[in-house]
Structures are given as C-alpha cells and as structure tokens.
C-alpha cells in the first residue's frame, strides 16, 4: 500500500462547478498537510498548507483534514479555466524542525474546467 | 521577492556523462531541498540541506549527491547518468529553522534528458 493515495484522474468539470479533490493516506504520523497546484512546465505551487485536523478556507479554496479517518480534501468554489492543472497532496511527519524538506506526495489529480 | 530559480531550465545529455543544476532559494530561506518528479513515481525526494549541512536523503544510488553554499544556494550533481534519469529536477526552499515547521516553495524545475 502506497504512503498516499491520490486519484489521477482526469477530472473534467463546466466552470462554475465545485470541485473535490481527495487523498488517502495510511501513516498516522502525518501532521502537515499540503495542496500544491502545478500547471504544465511549471513547478509546483503551495495553495494550502494545514497543520494537524480541521478545515482552512483561503478565497475559493477550503482544505479540510480528517486524521481520524487519514482523508484530506481540497475544495474549489467557482471552478474558473484558470484553475485547470494537477493538484498534488502532500504530508509530512516532523514536529519540530529535523527534515522538514522531505514530504510525501499524491501523484496528482488532473483537473480540466471547461468554459 | 523573487521566488526559488533554477538553472538550466532543460538539459539533454548522453548516458555516462555526469550533470550539475543549480538552484537559488527564496531570500532568506535556509533550507532547501531537492526532488525528482517523472510521470510514473510522480514527486521523489531526493536530499535536504541546511546550513551547508545534508540532514536527509532520499533513496536513491550514491550517483546523486548534492551541496549548499553558505549563501543557501545549491547545487546536485548526478554522475554516470542513465536512462531512467531523464526526469524533471524541482528544487524547494523553506524557511525552517531547527524549532519550526515551514511550507517548501519550489522553483519551476531542470527538464534533463537523457539520450
């Protein structure tokens, strides 16, 4: 069983529309909790960063974490074209300091908004 | 504030041949880290360093190998290169200290191919 789970995809939704994105994970030791966007040939780019449960809503975007359960999901209101790109989830279990550097990603969801 | 950058943006070499990218962090982000994405792993950590030092590695052969100058930037080397290294090389920064957590941005990555 991979350390996070993350369904590829594609996903094509109308602009408009509420997307969810999801990730499983199986190591309770994860404590932070990321969503990063990666348009093509680009890097990836940090949209959410949460620590531990419970939701964080920037703009139109709401990321939500459930430790109980080892879900997390990422939510966009208003879907808008500009949104198309792969979403990757990514963990990491460092408390203090240490190796923060090395997270465990999703292998990234791609998410299409048509006009 | 200008974001992480990495140089060269692509980069074909032949199998054997040995290659150095480099990567200029975020203005006052102390660690950095490196990571390799191809389509079918996706995200792979490599190492991290901070303050010079390497404080974790990924699993991979010793043909990769890295280091940070004392201005934070850094550089990895990949020697003997195979095939299978044909892949897109993202660097990260981060503020972390030794008592905190902080979020990786990354820069938008070294393209090499392997020939």
């Known amino acids: 069983q991979k350390e996070v789970e993350q369904d590829p995809g594609p996903l094509s939704v109308p602009e408009g529309a509420i997307v969810s994105l999801n990730c499983t994970y199986s190591?309770?030791?994860?404590?932070?909790f990321m969503w990063y966007r990666q348009y093509s040939r680009k890097g990836p780019e940090l949209l959410m960063y949460t620590y531990s449960s419970g939701n964080k809503e920037d703009g139109r975007f709401t990321a939500q974490v459930d430790k109980s359960s080892k879900y997390i999901s990422l939510f966009i209101r208003d879907s808008q074209p500009s949104d198309s790109a792969t979403y990757l989830c990514?963990?990491?279990?460092?408390?203090?300091?240490?190796?923060?550097?090395?997270?465990?990603f999703g292998k990234g969801t791609k998410l299409s908004v048509k006009p | 504030k200008a974001g992480v950058t990495q140089t060269p943006r692509y980069l074909i070499k032949t199998r054997g041949q040995q290659v150095t990218l480099s990567c200029s962090p975020i203005s006052g982000h102390r660690s950095v880290s490196w990571y390799q994405q191809t389509p079918g792993q996706g995200l792979q950590f490599l190492f991290e360093?901070?303050?010079?030092?390497?404080?974790n590695k990924g699993n991979f052969p010793g043909r990769f190998s890295g280091r940070q100058f004392s201005n934070s930037r850094s550089e990895m080397n990949v020697s003997t290169l195979e095939l299978g290294d044909s892949a897109l090389y993202l660097c990260?920064?981060?503020?972390?200290?030794?008592?905190?957590?902080?979020?990786?941005?990354f820069g938008n990555g070294t393209r090499l191919t392997v020939t």
């Open positions: 360093y901070f303050s010079e030092t390497q404080r």
């Open positions: 990514a963990m990491s279990g460092v408390r203090y300091g240490g190796s923060q550097g090395n997270l465990i």
């Open positions: 190591n309770s030791a994860f404590q932070y």
């Open positions: 990260a920064s981060s503020l972390a200290g030794a008592d905190y957590n902080s979020p990786l941005h």
